[in-house]
C-alpha cells in the first residue's frame, strides 16, 4: 500500500495565481522529504529537500521564493508554486525515505499535475 | 557526461523473453543504486535495490551491479505486456538522481 500521499493529484490555475500541493507519510514520519518535477518525456529532477523544523535545501536553478516548502510537522511537507506561469505547468512529485538510513531507498507520492493556463 | 545514463530506447521484447536494462554511472563513490518503474502519467514505483556487487534476484526482476564498471542492470524474464513501462535507474550518491529511463514495450 502507501506509504506516501499527495494532493491534490492535479491542479488547474490560472497564470499569476499560487498552488498548494500537500504531501504526507503515511505511519511514519518523516523528517526529511523530497520534491522533484518531471517535464514530459524527461526524467525527475530534484527541486528541493524539505526538512522539518528548519529551512529546505534547494537546488541550484531553483528560485527559493517561487517555490515555498513548509514542513511544519514529522508527517507534512507542502510545496507551494506562488506566481504560477505556463512554463511552471509540470508533474511534481514528493517523496520520502521509510527509514532514517540514507541508502534506503525512495517512496513516492501519486503526483500532482499542475496545469497553468 | 550525465551522472546516470539510459539508453532511452524504446526497448521491444515479445511476451516471455527476458528483457535487459542497462544503466551506468559517473560518481564512483555511489553507494546504493534502485531500479523505479514508471507507468505513463503515474509516479515512479520501486521494483529493486541493490547495495553490492553481484546479482539480486526478485521474483521475475534481476539487478546487476558491477561498481567497478559503474554499471547497473535488470533483467525482467518471463516478461509481460504489463511490464510495458519506462525504466527509470537511480544512484544515491548524497542525493538520489534519476536516468532518463528506458521505455520498455513487450508485444503479445
Known amino acids: 500500500g502507501a506509504v506516501v500521499s499527495q494532493h491534490p493529484s492535479w491542479v488547474i490555475c490560472k497564470s499569476g495565481t499560487s498552488v498548494k500541493i500537500e504531501c504526507r507519510s503515511l505511519?511514519?514520519?518523516?523528517?526529511?522529504m523530497f520534491w522533484y518535477r518531471q517535464f514530459p518525456k524527461q526524467s525527475l529532477m530534484l527541486m528541493a529537500t524539505?526538512?522539518?523544523?528548519?529551512?529546505?535545501?534547494?537546488e541550484q536553478g531553483v528560485e527559493k521564493d517561487k517555490f515555498l516548502i513548509n514542513h511544519a510537522s514529522l508527517t507534512l511537507s507542502t510545496l507551494t508554486v506562488t506566481s504560477a506561469h505556463p512554463e511552471d505547468s509540470s508533474f511534481y512529485i514528493c517523496?520520502?525515505?521509510?527509514?532514517?538510513?540514507?541508502?534506503?531507498?525512495?517512496?513516492f507520492g501519486n503526483g500532482t499535475r499542475l496545469t497553468v493556463t | 557526461q550525465k551522472e546516470v545514463e539510459q539508453n532511452s530506447g524504446p526497448l521491444s521484447v515479445p511476451e516471455g523473453a527476458i528483457a535487459s536494462l542497462n544503466c551506468t554511472y559517473s560518481d564512483r563513490g555511489s553507494q546504493s543504486f534502485f531500479w523505479y518503474r514508471q507507468y505513463s502519467g503515474k509516479s515512479p514505483e520501486l521494483i529493486m535495490s541493490?547495495?553490492?556487487?553481484g546479482d539480486k534476484e526478485d521474483g521475475r526482476f534481476t539487478a546487476q551491479l558491477n561498481k567497478a564498471s559503474q554499471y547497473v542492470s535488470l533483467l525482467i524474464r518471463d516478461s509481460q505486456p504489463s511490464d510495458s513501462a519506462t525504466y527509470l535507474c537511480a544512484v544515491n550518491t548524497d542525493k538520489l538522481i534519476f536516468g532518463t529511463g528506458t521505455r520498455l514495450q513487450v508485444f503479445p
Open positions: 517523496s520520502a525515505r521509510l527509514g532514517d538510513v540514507n541508502n534506503s531507498p525512495l517512496h
Open positions: 541493490i547495495y553490492s556487487n
Open positions: 524539505s526538512n522539518e523544523g528548519s529551512k529546505a535545501t534547494y
Open positions: 505511519d511514519f514520519q518523516a523528517t526529511t
